[in-house]
C-alpha cells in the first residue's frame, strides 16, 4: 500500500486529482483535508464532499482546515471557478459528514496511526501542511514526502511569476520548502502541458457513467473560464498531475534544486525561484517537475474514471 492524504481545495482541477486517487488502487487514500483557496473554506469543504460521494467514496474521512492564509487576506479564484469553487455541473445530493476536527489534528491522527510513512499530496496552498509541520513534529517523521502542485520554474498565472497556491500563502510555502523533508513540486511549467483538449471533454462525456458527465461538464466550464481569463484555447489541469507523479513517478520527470519562494519582492512576491543550473551553491531541497508524459498522464486520468462509472 502507499497510504496519501489529499489536502485540497476543490477546485475543478483538485476534484479531478481527487477522483484519481480514489479510483487507482495503487495509492491508499487515508483521509482528505481541505483548505480556503479556490473559494472559501465552507465551499471546498462542501464541494471535497460532493465529488467523494459521486465517487461512492463517502467513506474516506474529510476535515475542515485554514480559512485564511497565515498572513493576509484570502483572494478566492471565483474567476476561474465560479461561485461555488465548483461552477458547471448539479452536484447536489446527500453527503457524508465531515469527521469534525481540524485538518491539521486529522493529518496528525492519519499520519502518527500509519505503520507505513504517508505521502502528503497538497493541491490547494500550503497553510494546513505549514501549520501540520510545525505543530507535530513528532508526528511529521512519518511523513514520506510531500508532493505538492504550486509553484513554477517560468512564469506564473495569477501575477507574472507568482502560481495561485504559492501567492495564495507564501509564509506556508517557504515553511514547506524549509522542512527538510523530501519535496516534489509539480509546477506551471509542467502543469500547462496537461490540457483538457476537446478529445479529452469527448472522452469523459463519451463514458456515459455519471462521474464521466460530471467530468466533462466541469471541463467544458473551466475551458470557457481559461478562454475568458487566459486567452487559452484549452485548461490546464494542473492537480491531477500531483497525484498522477504518485500512482507513477514515470509519468513525471523530475530534477533535485534548490527552490525558495519569493516573500518580499515588490511585483514577486509568492513567485518560486528554482535554480536550476545550481548557481546559487544552495542545498537542493526538491525534486523539481520538469517534463509531463501528457498521453500517459490522460490514459491515467481518463482509465480512473472509466473505472469509478463501473458499479
Ligand atoms: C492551482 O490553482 C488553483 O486554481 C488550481 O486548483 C490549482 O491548484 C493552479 O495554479
Ligand atoms: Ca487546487
Known sequence: TNPAIIDCDPGHDDALALLLAVADPRLDLLGVTTVAGNQTLDKTTANAQKILALAGASDIPVAAGCERPLVGDLTVADDIHGESGLDGPDLDGPVAGTVGVHAV?????????????????????????????????????????VVFMGGSTERGNTTPYGEFNIVTDPEAADIVLRSGLPLTM?????????????????????????????????????????????????????????????????????????????????????ATVADLHHRSGRPDNCEVAVALDVDAFWRLLIGAVHDLGIP
Open 186 to 270: 509539480i509546477g506551471l511549467n509542467v502543469t500547462h502541458r496537461a490540457l483538457a483538449t476537446t478529445r479529452v471533454i469527448n472522452e469523459f462525456r463519451g463514458l456515459d457513467t455519471r462521474v464521466g458527465t460530471v467530468c466533462a461538464e466541469l471541463m467544458t466550464f473551466f475551458a470557457d473560464a481559461y478562454r475568458r481569463n487566459f486567452g487559452f484555447e484549452h485548461p490546464p489541469v494542473h492537480d491531477p498531475v500531483a497525484v498522477a507523479c504518485v500512482l507513477d513517478p514515470s509519468v513525471v520527470r523530475t530534477v533535485a534544486a534548490p527552490v525558495v519562494v519569493e516573500l518580499g519582492g515588490t511585483y514577486t512576491r509568492g
Open 105 to 145: 489534528e486529522l493529518m496528525r491522527r492519519l499520519v502518527a496511526g500509519s505503520p507505513e510513512p504517508v505521502t502528503l499530496i497538497a493541491t490547494g496552498p500550503l497553510t494546513n501542511v505549514a501549520l501540520f509541520l510545525r505543530l507535530h513534529t513528532e508526528a511529521a517523521r512519518n511523513v514520506r514526502r
